[in-house]
């Protein structure tokens, strides 16, 4: 199972959180965000292992100016949070990998992915609210069983030390991994390590 820690912001904890080893990293690039990495030192990130794949979370952003932000802190792949439309995807698909989440309820109609299908390379799928992620909260994960597609998906929103044990019970064929966010959090931007270590070892063991 991939893990992919998001919403990292603060210099020293980017590095104290990449010493765990996740497979993914996400830095927030939306300043409406309480995690909005802002003008971040580019260093912090390029001194980050190779292996490690640096996501860049966008909303509702021009193609033109992820793609100035993927040059510059050298993004690996981007998670398009907003309403991009699948030719957004799939133009930036042409550089990086393309994460595209969608916040799902009970209602969420899954056959609107098959647009999506072959423009990108996973799907996240995070609790419905009126924000973009961060919310805390979990959604119903036995509505993935109406997903019929094969791209990969991601699982996120209200993922903790106390219920990350239960994703492991998924047995979905295209789930390929989850997103720690808030839930590990001291304050917005500032995931508590040890909790981070305690579900990294539940997920991998």
């Given amino acids: 199972m991939k893990i992919k820690v998001c919403g990292m912001k603060v210099p020293e904890n980017i590095r104290d959180v990449a010493g765990l080893g996740p497979d993914l990293m996400g830095f927030i690039c939306y300043s409406k965000s309480p995690r909005y990495m802002a003008d971040l030192n580019f260093d912090t990130l390029h001194e980050l292992p190779s292996k490690l794949i640096k ?6 952003e021009e193609p033109e100016k992820i793609k100035a932000l993927i040059a510059k802190y050298k993004f690996n792949a981007v998670q398009l949070h907003g309403n991009e439309t699948p030719e957004t995807c799939k133009e930036l698909k042409t550089e990086v990998t393309v994460l595209k989440a969608f916040g799902v309820d009970d209602s969420f109609d899954f056959s609107q992915l098959k647009a999506y299908a072959d423009s990108v390379d996973y799907f996240m799928f995070d609790t419905k609210t009126d924000a973009h992620g961060g919310s805390g909260k979990t959604f119903n994960w036995g509505i993935l069983n109406s997903y019929q597609l094969n791209v990969p998906f991601f699982i996120c929103g209200g993922l903790s030390a106390d219920n990350v ?5 998924i047995e979905h064929p295209a789930f390929y991994g989850v997103d720690l966010n808030s839930r590990f959090e001291t304050e917005p931007g500032f995931k508590d390590v040890e909790k981070l270590k305690q579900a990294f070892d539940i997920l991998r063991n």
Avoid: P, Q
């Fill in 165 to 169: 044990a239960e994703v492991k019970c």
């Fill in 55 to 60: 996501t860049g979370v966008f909303v509702n």
